[in-house]
């Protein structure tokens, strides 16, 4: 599962979520005064691996791509 | 730096990666989209010897419930076609925006019925004496209704306050001739940056001597200093802050939000502020723009009514907020996260990811809907040379610019109702001490600040707004 050695941005990775949905459902008050659909917000969304909240473009050494290279 | 373990998340099976800034799915850019389309349609009547005004109805002053019966007696086509206006837009955003027509067709007909009954009760002669402004009566039966559980959790899928807050900025822009915008706007922009660096290093130090982890700190001092709620989730992400963290700086700022919609204008009014130094105040010292509106509009509406204000203090003091708080704060969101992701990468300890920001998340993180604020103001100050200035003062005020202030009065209304329908005290995360404290500390400095620079300072300026 892991590809250690391979870095690839957080939006491509299996740990991490950014459907607006789910991060309203995770963050209580969000949609209150703001929104996951904000252009603020950018792309960015949580990640399950180091449970913290990431931009879409940063990266790890822990990346597990979310769609396997083709052979 | 920990890791949770995880194994395979069977939510997210098909799951693809995300195409970067897919505009249809942000909501900024659908407010723009409708709001430029509306002011293109006002025109375009206009300038066919027509208006949009038939269709901008909204209820009429009144004394007597006879009165108010007569008006809704003789408009109801006009109140049914505005509805299927609303409705339209606004299911074809929120359905682009991924939520189901069964949920916000029943949640939109709610909102703009009881938007209907509380406009209406604005409209009452006696309102004021009794504090009656729509935006804190929205505000208090929104929150009723939430928090006594009146309605199924489905229904907030029509309850967008962010969308509709974003449209009523969009029609502001054509209230606005750009030579004010351009006139104010540096000065919103310097005051406006005093307030926010100070307000931040404050909160960031104050949290840092309670001992609180840095990145914790820089989304607290973001979220009382910047843009609330928006800001915080921003910079959460910039500075790769703790999942737990965000939720605790939204509950203390929807919090302090709430609490300030009330306080900002009524100490406003008991010091007698002219509408545009008050508007100036709360936008230095509201801390989310939903909010913010809603205390301004509020306070507009209490400055309208001292003795000897000038007309137009509803358009003088959100004038003045919007240009500190959308103008001088939220567009600098970009340059914060860029920042504070330096800061956070060379800075402070290693959390194992690589989040440092680029010169591309300016862009990226730009509130889309300012672009279609200014496009607005420009496109109704070059119709205004073209028509002619004395001309464009008679016909085109009551035929254009009239019809898109009701309209924007509308969506605003839809906007802070949906604050008290989607603020739910019991589900906001426990908010802890010391963050309270830090983050109380700012907003003490704040409040002092903003007073200072906008009522000592700059009172003058604010005060001749728009005049």
């Known amino acids: 599962m892991m590809t250690a050695g391979r870095r690839g941005p957080c939006r491509a990775c299996m740990f991490f979520r950014d459907d607006p949905a789910s991060l309203e459902r995770s963050l209580p008050g969000l949609a209150a005064l703001s929104s996951a659909h904000g252009a603020s917000r950018s792309d960015d969304g949580t990640c399950a691996r180091h449970d913290r909240y990431v931009a879409a473009s940063a990266s790890c050494a822990s990346f597990a791509p979310l769609v396997p290279a083709a052979r | 730096m920990s890791e949770i373990a995880v194994g395979t998340p069977a939510q997210d099976a098909g799951r693809v990666p995300a195409r970067a800034g897919a505009f249809w799915r942000k909501d900024d850019w659908w407010a723009v989209a409708i709001g430029l389309g509306l002011i293109v349609l006002a025109y375009a009547l206009f300038a066919g010897g027509s208006s949009l005004a038939w269709l901008a109805v909204i209820p009429a002053k009144w004394t007597t419930a006879d009165q108010l019966g007569a008006h809704f007696a003789a408009n109801w086509p006009r109140y049914v076609a505005q509805f299927a206006l609303w409705l339209v837009l606004a299911s074809a955003a929120l359905t682009a925006l991924g939520y189901r027509l069964r949920d916000t067709v029943p949640a939109f007909a709610f909102l703009y019925l009881l938007s209907v009954a509380i406009f209406a009760l604005g409209q009452w002669a006696s309102a004021v004496r009794y504090n009656l402004e729509p935006p804190l009566v929205a505000l208090v039966i929104g929150l ?156 507009g509406e209490i400055a309208a009514k001292l003795p000897g204000a000038p007309a137009g203090g509803v358009d003088q003091s959100v004038a003045a907020f919007t240009l500190m708080k959308v103008v001088g704060r939220d567009v600098w969101i970009g340059i ?110 704040n409040v002092v600040l903003g007073f200072v620079l906008s009522v000592l300072v700059f009172g003058g300026y604010w005060a001749r707004l728009g005049q």
């Open chain 2, 144 to 299: 009723l209704i939430a928090n006594l559980n009146l309605l199924p959790r489905g229904l907030d899928a029509g309850f967008r306050v962010e969308f509709y807050i974003k449209l009523g900025v969009v029609l502001l822009g054509a209230t606005l001739p750009f030579t004010l915008i351009v006139w104010a706007g540096p000065v919103a922009m310097f005051q406006a940056s005093i307030v926010s660096v100070v307000t931040f290093a404050v909160i960031f130090f104050v949290a840092r001597a309670l001992g609180l982890d840095p990145r914790f700190a820089a989304v607290l001092g973001v979220g009382g200093a910047v843009c609330g709620v928006s800001a915080a989730i921003a910079i959460a992400a910039a500075v790769g802050a703790r999942k737990q963290d965000a939720p605790i700086v939204i509950s203390i700022v929807i919090l302090w939000a709430i609490l300030m919609i009330f306080a900002l204008p009524f100490a406003a009014g008991w010091l007698a502020l002219p509408a545009g130094v008050g508007g100036a105040w709360i936008g230095t010292s509201e801390f989310a723009d939903a909010a913010g509106f809603a205390a301004a509009q509020a306070y």
């Open chain 2, 336 to 445: 914060w996260a860029i920042v504070l992701s330096i800061v956070a990468a060379t800075r402070w300890e290693p959390t194992g990811i690589d989040s440092r920001a680029s010169a591309g998340d300016i862009w990226r993180r730009f509130p889309k809907f300012v672009i279609g604020f200014l496009l607005a103001s420009i496109f109704i100050t070059l119709v205004a040379q073209d028509v002619g200035h004395a001309q464009f003062g008679k016909a085109a005020t009551t035929d254009l610019v009239t019809p898109i202030k009701n309209l924007r009065t509308w969506a605003f209304a839809f906007g802070f109702l949906s604050i008290g329908l989607t603020t739910r005290l019991r589900d906001l995360a426990g908010v802890g001490g010391r963050p309270l404290l830090a983050f109380s500390s700012g907003v003490v400095v």
